[in-house]
């Protein structure tokens, strides 16, 4: 007979967890949907794993979901994320009373941490098991040979090799995902993969472990129970289990409209356990750049003073780009090494392709046009009066909602490799979605504990939402974050507003807020259009 663990609804809103295993020990796990770290009482062998407590309690709290929810789609949603988070429970208290006294160290493939791992006794026909003396999440030995690394386990019944995080390439390197490096340039070198991808051509096995996204502090695991509470969990993970979970965190809810925006779900988890610059922002990272080939920092300059990182976004491309930026940056800061970040070429093609050349007057209507006709796709003479919300739920999918979606996984990814780096502080440039990515990264930056710090922000014609709370990008910044709008931008006076069902973004009016830290420049006077901002700003 196996381990069990059983849900009790405690109130309205108060639930209780109790995990037993075959041998008799017990842990109880006690809260409510907005407890992140439950009260857990009970034997210390269970209460030590990491991966238990957190997927037990996220299993509580979709089940507890469940039964406070009416639509069946959203009760169907949770109880299928409950029974994942129930078998990954089952299965680690059943590992934990079949532990022995071997153990062996190794790379962890789930928390990216060099760690201690403690055999199980196996069933015959199974794969050896360990657990992660780290995280709690169940290993094996990699397949490679002579591979002293651990591999993520299945729970199955399976004979297929198992690979390690280096050899499935979800990190480029152990050494690397844990490490950093001298220039922001060398970035390119900790993108490259260190070991050759083994899992080509092999099965790749359904999985439904949450555990397998870790970091070595086991911070990663109220991830579950986050998701739990506020109901934007992403399940269904497969294959590279870390690798999956961390996309999850840079995709789904990923709107920058003040507070954290797609820095929310990372930032939580790297308050408390230090993504950035840890293994699981390797994960992240990596798996960032397996997915957007033209992502890569490029240094344009060197000097002497603080770094200048740019991105620029919207109709920029095709031009030499320091040719373009260079004229302003120089004037502002002559001796600073500057770096550009060449991101989301495919989605930003494919989102300027909506924009006429011009966008003045006569481009407005060129865009809504463009746009509408994207929408009409859905059907739009069958959905009645509906038809124009879907419309601009549509056009926000294809391609306004990817590349700001891109947007938004860059900035997270640019505040990862930052964090990397030795310097003490950078000053950040963006242009339109550029500026978002930009706002991103210092959001996630701000979260962290680690350096470097963000002095100064400079956000031109910025494809953001200026309704929101802004305590966060006010609090990134050592300086000032100079925001310079124009009313003049009818990129973002019309597509932006479209896109976005008639949101003001801060390119246009600025963000209006009394954080003192933040100031708006209206540059209208010498900003005529989307494009003009790079050769016509003075930075403050």
């Keep these: 007979m196996g381990a069990s663990v059983d849900f009790v609804t405690v109130g309205s809103s108060g639930m209780r967890c109790e995990v037993t295993t075959p041998s008799g020990r017990e842990m109880i796990l006690q809260g409510d949907l907005d407890t992140i770290e439950p009260e857990v009482s009970g034997a210390s062998e269970l209460m030590a794993n990491p991966a238990l407590v957190h997927n037990a309690w996220a299993y509580a709290k979709h089940q507890k979901l469940s039964r406070r929810l009416r639509k069946a789609e959203k009760v169907e949603a949770h109880l299928k994320e409950a029974k994942a988070h129930h078998k990954v429970a089952v299965h680690i208290a059943d590992l934990i009373d079949a532990r022995t006294s071997t153990m062996r160290k190794g790379w962890c493939s789930s928390c990216i941490s060099l760690t201690v791992h403690t055999k199980t006794k196996g069933d015959v026909g199974r794969l050896p098991a360990y657990l992660c003396n780290s995280c709690g999440s169940p290993t094996l030995v990699c397949a490679a040979p002579r591979c002293s690394n651990m591999a993520v386990r299945s729970f199955r019944m399976v004979k297929t090799p198992r690979y390690c995080a280096e050899h499935r390439h979800d990190i480029t390197g152990f050494e690397k995902a844990s ?4 220039d922001l340039a060398d970035a390119t070198e900790f993108l490259t993969f260190d070991k050759p991808n083994l899992s080509r051509g092999t099965k790749t096995l359904a999985m439904a472990i949450p555990a397998a996204g870790a970091v070595a502090t086991g911070a990663i695991f109220m991830a579950p129970a986050i998701g739990g509470a506020i109901g934007v969990y992403a399940g269904g993970y497969s294959g590279a289990v ?18 954290l ?12 356990g230090g993504l950035l610059g840890a293994g699981l922002g390797g994960v992240v990272t990596t798996a960032y750049a397996k997915d957007d080939k033209s992502f890569n920092i490029q240094k344009l300059k060197d000097g ?3 770094p200048v990182v740019i991105a620029a976004g919207l109709m920029n491309e095709g031009k030499s780009p320091w040719v373009e930026w260079k004229p302003m940056v120089q004037a502002k800061y002559p001796d600073s090494p500057v770096y550009l970040v060449n991101w989301g070429s495919s989605e930003l093609k494919k989102l300027s392709g909506l924009i006429s050349p011009t966008a003045g007057k006569g481009g407005a209507a060129i865009v809504g046009s463009r746009l509408a006709a994207h929408a009409t796709k859905v059907g739009a003479k069958r959905l009645g009066p509906a038809a124009a919300a879907l ?7 294809n391609p306004w909602h990817v590349a700001k979606s891109r947007a938004d996984k860059t900035g997270v990814v640019l505040g990862d490799l930052l964090t990397r780096t030795h310097a003490d502080a950078f000053v950040l440039i963006g242009h339109s979605l550029g500026a978002r990515v930009m706002v991103v990264a210092a959001q996630t930056l701000a979260a962290g504990s680690a350096n470097p710090k963000i002095e100064t922000m400079h956000l031109l014609g910025g494809a953001i939402a200026a309704k929101g709370n802004w305590r966060s ?26 896109a976005q069902a008639g949101s ?6 600025g963000f209006r807020t009394s954080f003192p830290r933040i100031k708006d420049r209206d540059v209208s006077n010498r900003v005529a259009g989307h494009r003009r901002y790079v050769q016509n700003v003075r930075l403050a």
Excluded at 261 to 272: F, H, L, M
Excluded at 478 to 496: E, G, I, P, R
Excluded at 504 to 509: C, D, H
Aim: hydrophobic residues 40%; glycine residues 18%; proline residues 1%.
């Design 179 to 182: 490490g950093g490096f001298d």
């Design 304 to 306: 002497a003073g603080i």
């Design 473 to 498: 990008l006010n609090d990134a910044v050592t300086n000032a974050v100079y925001n310079y709008h124009s009313s003049n931008d009818q990129v973002l006076k019309n597509m932006y507003r479209v």
């Design 391 to 397: 419309m601009v739920a549509d056009v926000a999918k």
């Design 242 to 259: 870390a690798t999956s979970y961390g996309l999850a965190l840079l995709g789904g809810g990923s709107v920058v409209s003040g507070g």
């Design 261 to 272: 925006g797609v820095a929310g779900g990372t930032a939580v988890i790297g308050i408390s």
């Design 504 to 509: 003001t973004p801060i390119g246009l009016r």
